[in-house]
Nanobody, 115 residues
């Protein structure tokens, strides 16, 4: 499985940004796709995940502000980021998990929020 993320960039506080991640390769074995982030000085943390059945898990720091969604073809996942804050300035990583419990990572995409 290969993951290609896009959509990062610079945005002012209070604004919005949408990240996209497209999976290729053996996409039929993917059971979950997710976004993680690593902010300066912190460990990588879960932002949100979504299963094939549409079950969503969100990290506490983005509850009510960020929304994860997935295309019906299940090979693309989005992260809609609304009401961004300077502390959302991080590198965002796309992640997928397969039915065999293998984990794959995409390259990071940088989001910078200015106050």
């Amino acid at each position: 499985v290969q993951l290609q993320a896009s959509g990062g960039g610079s945005v002012q506080a209070g604004g919005s940004l949408r990240l996209s991640c497209t999976a290729s390769g053996s996409i039929n074995v993917i059971v979950l796709m997710a976004w993680y982030r690593q902010c300066p000085g912190n460990q990588r943390e879960l932002v949100a995940s979504i299963t094939n059945d549409g079950a969503i898990t969100q990290g506490d720091s983005v509850q009510g502000r960020f929304t994860i969604s997935r295309r019906n073809a299940k090979n693309t996942v989005f992260l809609q980021m609304d009401g961004v804050r300077p502390e959302d300035t991080c590198v965002y990583y796309c992640n997928s998990r397969t039915i065999g419990n293998s984990v794959y990572w995409g390259q990071g995409t940088v989001v910078t929020v200015s106050s």
